[in-house]
């Protein structure tokens, strides 16, 4: 079959939550039987999230070859159990980055190079690549940013010339917000008719509207919306508040979003997806009742999409352990040796949070410190690794000042240092050691036994590394190096077999975390929380 070309555009505010509905058609596609794959184009200028701030974008996800993406192909690839690779995500940066290329090297012809055809052009060449791949049925193409934004303009104009050219092989699901106004009690359907018209205006016209609403809108302001906004009435879904996003495939189901789009490109619509594996999960996930506290040491806490792909690991391996996860985020810059007791005694577990730079890293050497003293459950994620080795080299080593050069290039103890092939390099954009390696797992290590095999590839993010030159000195101290990359050499797993379980990552497990197939190490650090959680229990009866 011909490949369909769905387009999820949002109208009113920003923050609806496009990339779950997204998400959520693709899940619901694929329990049909359809290949499906799904693409976010970014307009802001920036090549990728990679330089940008977690304040400003919230975490940055990483794909399997490399590329560092919005949080939004986290989205997707938990919920389709799908890789996504650099073509599922595209900025505006790198499209004019294409363009100028193409007009440096004379591809042009000496033409003067505009918005349309010239961008538009690449825009669209983007989009259908993956399609061109004769690999999927249906991608799905997310437009970031809120219809009348500057930004976004090259993006809805390129939809229009596709929905023109592709006809029926494409369609556009518009998403809006009603307000309810709390001194009226009412709810306002006036937004969602001035959006769908300014994309109109654009030249599209939407043939799905869902509508974000944290109230249930009667079935007459449906029609209303309908009338309005020229769509069939059962092409108006509403998305109310849901208590977990895991929820949101069935209650689109429910409403026939997945009937609609197989009906509106000419597909048959019979029969019921299979969404049994993913009502498994949400069964655990509603009826676990026995809470288990875990405290994230970080220090970007006041913003938790800095952290999203953890917490949704963490709750993804809690549900699996008939759990219900109850995430504590501490902020690792006010964390002291005077209140860290107070904060982390009645916690099952302890993650340290991936990050980059000076701030906030003291806390987390006090948090490691009190952790490993006080036989914790504890798992450091790439930083949290590196800061797991430093405290250990300082205070069981007898390493003074031992550091990272990353914070300190004066310290005596380099144990953490910048790898040699980055050595070279000044451009921080796409730089670092990115995407999957390999990692071979010493047999009997925690980690090998949580993977249930020796060899496991996963995600990196980062510039510094476990610095060979101290690796005896780190094993004969007690804490095991029982992760190699098998090509450099690099450390990238270390434990402390004393311990509980008390071990860190070089590289990012939370990536490769999905519904369906939750992360072993996540899976292994929360039966460890739960079993130092029995053990105080059975303490606390004696």
């Not at 709810?187 to 994309?199: A, E, I, N, R």
């Not at 205006?201 to 309908?226: F, H, N, W, Y």
């Not at 003074?400 to 310290?411: F, L, P, Q, R, Y």
């Not at 910048?418 to 921080?428: H, P, R, V």
Request: with cysteine.
């Amino acid at each position: 079959m011909e490949t369909k070309y769905i387009f999820v555009t949002g109208g009113v505010v920003s923050s609806l939550g496009k990339g779950i509905i997204s998400s959520s058609l693709a899940r619901l596609l694929l329990s049909r039987g359809y290949r499906v794959t799904i693409q976010k184009f970014d307009p802001y200028i920036n090549i990728d999230p990679g330089t940008l701030n977690p304040y400003e974008h919230g975490e940055c996800y990483v794909t399997e070859d490399g590329h560092e993406a919005d949080l939004d192909l986290g989205h997707y690839e938990r919920f389709t159990n799908i890789r996504t690779s650099r073509a599922n995500n595209v900025t505006t940066g790198r499209i004019y980055q294409s363009v100028i290329d193409k007009e440096r090297r004379g591809d042009f012809l000496g033409k003067t190079v505009q918005i349309i055809p010239h961008i538009t052009d690449e825009i669209k060449r983007c989009v259908k690549k993956l399609g061109n791949t004769g690999k999927y049925d249906f991608v799905i193409t997310e437009i970031g940013g809120t219809v009348g934004d500057i930004e976004s303009t090259p993006f809805l104009e390129a939809v229009r010339q596709l929905r023109w050219e592709l006809g029926k092989n494409a369609l556009c699901i518009h998403l809006t917000y009603v307000p309810y106004l709390k001194a009226a009690k009412e709810l306002k359907t006036k937004p969602t008719q001035h959006s769908v018209k300014m994309l109109q205006q654009a030249g599209i016209q939407p043939d799905i509207l869902v509508l974000r609403t944290e109230k249930e809108i009667p079935a007459s302001m449906c029609r209303k919306v309908a009338q309005f906004c020229n769509v069939s009435t059962e092409a108006v879904i509403q998305s109310l508040d849901a208590p977990t996003i895991y929820e949101v495939p069935l209650m689109m189901h429910a409403q026939g979003l997945d009937k609609t789009v197989l009906e509106k490109t000419g597909l048959p619509s019979e029969g019921e997806p299979d969404l049994r594996s993913w009502n498994h999960f949400l069964h655990k996930l509603e009826n676990a009742t026995e809470e288990i506290r875990i405290a994230l040491v970080g220090k970007y806490v006041e913003l938790q999409d800095a952290y999203k792909s953890i917490s949704e690991s963490l709750s993804h391996a809690a549900a699996y352990c008939d759990k219900k996860l109850r995430l504590v985020y501490i902020h690792s810059e006010k964390l002291s040796t005077e209140d860290v007791d107070e904060k982390l005694r009645d916690m099952d577990g302890v993650i340290i949070a991936p990050g980059f730079g000076q701030r906030g890293i003291e806390g987390k050497f006090i948090a490691l410190k009190w952790c490993r003293e006080h036989d914790i459950p504890t798992f450091g994620i790439c930083l949290g690794m590196q800061c797991m080795v430093i405290e250990y080299a300082r205070n069981v080593l007898g390493m003074k000042g031992a550091n990272s050069t990353e914070m300190d290039h004066a310290t005596p103890y380099n144990v953490i240092d910048l790898m040699e092939e980055q050595k070279s390099i000044s451009d921080m954009g796409g730089t670092m050691r990115l995407g999957a390696y390999e990692c071979e797992l010493l047999p009997d290590s925690l980690a090998a036994k949580a993977y249930g095999t020796t060899k496991v590839k996963e995600r990196h993010r980062h510039r510094f590394e476990f610095n060979g030159d101290f690796r005896d000195r780190f094993e004969k101290g007690g804490m095991r190096c029982v992760g190699t990359n098998p090509a450099t050499g690099l450390v990238e797993v270390v434990e402390v077999p004393g311990k509980r379980w008390f071990l860190g990552t070089q590289y990012h497990p939370e990536y490769q975390s999905t519904v369906l197939e939750p992360n072993p190490l996540f899976v292994a650090f929360i039966k460890a929380a739960i079993a130092y959680e029995h053990e105080r229990i059975e303490k606390q009866k004696d």
